[in-house]
């Protein structure tokens, strides 16, 4: 089993900035894809962000290209999510997930094999 632990959730302002992480541990062998994902209320989940191991291939929601950022540690096995210029319609809770799976990411979350806890981020007006 993976474990995937989260933090960096909190409350920002609009047009703030937060950085969200995730840790991921036990049994990772080699490689793996890493995302983020977000669930508002009422809505359903959806793609953020993706990236490859090797940070080669990386997919982002057109929602927030050029404000968010993903990034991992591979030597911490850590991904994270720098997010910039927030907006009140970020607010969603923000899931880390991983996929056993090296090169292409994938934006479809039922490829992804382990799920952090889900962390709120809210952006107040």
């Known amino acids: 089993q993976v474990q995937l632990v989260e933090s960096g959730g909190g409350l920002v302002q609009a047009g703030g900035s937060l950085r969200v992480s995730c840790a991921a541990s036990g049994r990772t062998f080699g490689n793996y894809n890493m995302g983020w994902f977000r669930q508002a209320p009422g809505k359903e989940r959806e793609i953020v962000a993706a990236i490859s191991w090797s940070g080669g291939n990386i997919y982002y929601a057109e929602s927030v290209k050029d404000r968010f950022t993903i990034s991992r540690d591979n030597a911490k096995n850590t991904v994270y999510l720098q997010m910039n210029s927030l907006k009140p319609e970020d607010t969603a809770v923000y899931y880390c997930?991983?996929?056993?799976?090296?090169?292409?990411?994938?934006?479809?979350?039922?490829?992804?094999?382990?799920w952090g806890q889900g962390t709120q981020v809210t952006v107040r007006s």
């Open positions: 997930a991983y996929h056993s799976q090296m090169g292409r990411v994938s934006p479809l979350a039922e490829m992804y094999d382990y």
